[in-house]
């Protein structure tokens, strides 16, 4: 799977769009893009995937670059509940029966007042 | 929504000591998972389930972990002698089947070994 650079920390004030950035040079033509989020030490939250269109759901909407070398994930209106780390995972999709996720550092968000 | 729930969700056992971990996948997944993560690091595999045999693990899943899927809904890890560095959280998680990528991770069983 390819591998994934994102941001340590950022902020974003409450009510404010949060763009999470993620880059993935060595993204394959079959790999897919998925955001997952862990909110203080629950489980890891299934945010949103795609391959190279853009994607949109209740929870976030995610920008993939033409080139497909990095993406955004946009939280269009972030709250204090948003505080997170947020994972960005490049993986092939429907690789038989294993499919697991690995999971890197993240992005710690913090949503503030 | 439905959930995958897990219990205890915190264990705390005498190193040496077996433990088992309980998990109730969402019931109509077909694929679980076993992930863990030792306190400030990151979110570790495991193991993965199908059809009621291992489809994967990692390293750190050795002779000393097992799991097993008991009654149809229930999914358990099981650690047969622990050991301090075993200390940490972990998380069950199931999905659907093998064209639907979203995971569902429980709540998570945090361990700790004395």
């Known amino acids: 799977d390819a591998k994934t650079t994102q941001p340590t920390s950022m902020d974003c004030a409450e009510g404010r769009a949060a763009n999470l950035p993620c880059n993935h040079s060595t993204i394959s033509g079959n790999e897919y893009v998925y955001w997952y989020r862990q909110i203080h030490s629950q489980g890891p939250q299934y945010i949103i995937h795609?391959?190279?269109n853009n994607e949109t759901n209740e929870m976030a909407s995610l920008i993939i670059t033409e080139d497909r070398k990095s993406s955004t994930l946009i939280l269009p209106h972030a709250t204090l509940r948003d505080t997170a780390v947020y994972y960005c995972i490049v993986r092939v999709a429907n690789t038989g029966t294993a499919s697991k996720l690995t999971f890197g550092t993240g992005t710690r968000l913090q949503v503030t007042l | 929504e439905p959930e995958v729930t897990q219990t205890p969700s915190h264990q705390v056992t005498q190193m040496g000591q077996e433990v088992i971990l309980r998990c109730v996948p969402i019931?109509?997944?077909?694929?679980f998972y076993w992930y863990r993560q030792i306190l400030g690091q990151k979110v570790e595999f495991l193991v993965s389930f199908y059809n009621n045999e291992i489809s994967e693990k990692s390293e750190i899943f050795d002779d000393q972990f097992s799991v097993e899927r008991p009654d149809g809904s229930n999914f358990t890890l099981k650690i047969r002698s622990t050991k301090l560095e075993d200390s940490a959280m972990y998380f069950c998680?199931?999905?659907?089947?093998?064209?639907?990528?979203?995971?569902?991770f429980g709540s998570g069983t945090q361990l700790s070994v004395l």
């Open positions: 795609g391959l190279k």
């Open positions: 019931s109509n997944h077909l694929y």
């Open positions: 998680a199931s999905r659907v089947g093998q064209l639907n990528e979203k995971l569902f």
